[in-house]
């Protein structure tokens, strides 16, 4: 019954491949993020989704294509990838509240490591 | 730009005794800040968070507050235990376009038995 879940937990892969990491929550929640957890615990936003639009784009290379086909999922596609790109990605979920109020719930994260 | 300042980035303290972390924000307009606590292998988890509105806010042995001419906020936990070891995020709801967190660079604080 976890809240905001994602698949796979751990991705080790070779430089160059394409992998998509999965989310989805049931909480009944509008919209949905992705942050990059790099290796110093720094955590920053990537994208956000709110029912199934795209809201935030930050300066992330186009190798990443976010993917929401309905308001609980949220895919993450990565091609190319590069060494760079070994990180811990977090997805989150929020509803809808007073504008820049709201509570965001973070999933378990995925573990990538690209040799 | 849009920045939260954290520290300490580590903290020890013997279980019993008090932690402070204090974070700094630049935006004027942020209104809400949350605190998350993340454990080893696992994902950031809410625990406690402020409105713009309010100065302080309690939920048992945690603690934040907040000074909105200053520009800062912090959180205080009163009687650590062990289990209260983890690295704690503050983040500020800034305005760019839409809303988003912007996160502090983390505190790891130890509790030491």
């Known amino acids: 019954d976890t809240a905001v879940s994602q698949t796979p937990k751990y991705l080790v892969t070779q430089m160059g491949n394409d992998k998509s990491i999965k989310c989805e929550q049931n909480?009944?929640?509008?919209?949905m993020y992705w942050y990059k957890q790099d290796s110093k615990k720094f955590l920053k936003i990537m994208f956000s989704y709110n029912n199934k639009e795209l809201i935030i784009n930050e300066t992330v290379p186009n190798r990443f294509s976010p993917k929401s086909p309905d308001k609980a999922h949220l895919n993450l596609h990565i091609n190319s990838l590069e060494l760079g790109d070994s990180a811990v990605y977090f997805c989150a979920s929020s509803l809808p509240g007073r504008q820049g109020q709201e509570t965001q719930y973070f999933g378990p994260g995925t573990r990538l490591l690209v040799l | 730009g849009e920045n939260v300042e954290q520290h300490p980035s580590t903290l020890s303290v013997q279980e019993g005794d008090s932690a402070v972390i204090k974070c700094t924000y630049s935006d004027s307009a942020s209104n809400y800040f949350p605190w998350y606590k993340q454990e080893l292998g696992k994902g950031p988890q809410l625990i406690i968070d402020i409105r713009s509105n309010v100065g302080e806010k309690k939920d048992q042995r945690i603690a934040v507050t907040l000074n909105k001419t200053a520009k800062h906020f912090s959180l205080h936990i009163t009687e650590t235990q062990p289990e209260d070891s983890a690295v704690y995020f503050c983040a500020a709801s800034i305005r760019s376009g839409t809303y988003k967190y912007i996160f502090g660079t983390g505190t790891r604080l130890k509790v030491l038995a």
């Open positions: 909480l009944g929640h509008d919209t």
